[in-house]
């Protein structure tokens, strides 16, 4: 049983990173088409303009947590489909 859990935990992981990643490059491309130039590289930063600093931070963090979230719940998914059940913990609903 503990090893199926390492085993979730890795394919659920793996799926999250896998998508972050082409959300990144899929952001980046998109910024780079409509505002003509790369995504600020330090949002924190005193030469980044407020506004820059507040669009890439909310356009990425929403579209990093929706893909994590579409990735994570597509391979509980597969791994259903893979050994008739949900991974051990996934079904479990707190208030």
């Known amino acids: 049983m503990a090893?199926?859990?390492?085993?979730?935990?890795?394919v659920g992981s793996l799926s999250g990173v896998a998508a972050g990643s082409a959300t990144r490059a899929l952001l980046r491309a998109t910024w780079r088409r409509t505002r003509g130039g790369d995504p600020p590289t330090n949002p924190a930063?005193?030469?980044?303009?407020?506004?820059?600093?507040?669009?890439?931070?909310?356009?990425?963090?929403v579209a990093l947590a929706v893909t994590r979230l579409i990735a994570q719940r597509g391979a509980a998914e597969a791994w259903k489909a893979t050994t008739g059940s949900y991974p051990a913990g996934l079904e479990t609903v707190s208030p």
């Not at 090893?3 to 890795?10: F, G, S, V």
């Not at 030469?47 to 909310?58: D, G, K, R």
């Open 3 to 10: 090893d199926r859990r390492l085993l979730w935990k890795a």
């Open 45 to 61: 930063s005193p030469t980044t303009q407020w506004s820059e600093a507040l669009i890439w931070a909310v356009a990425s963090g």
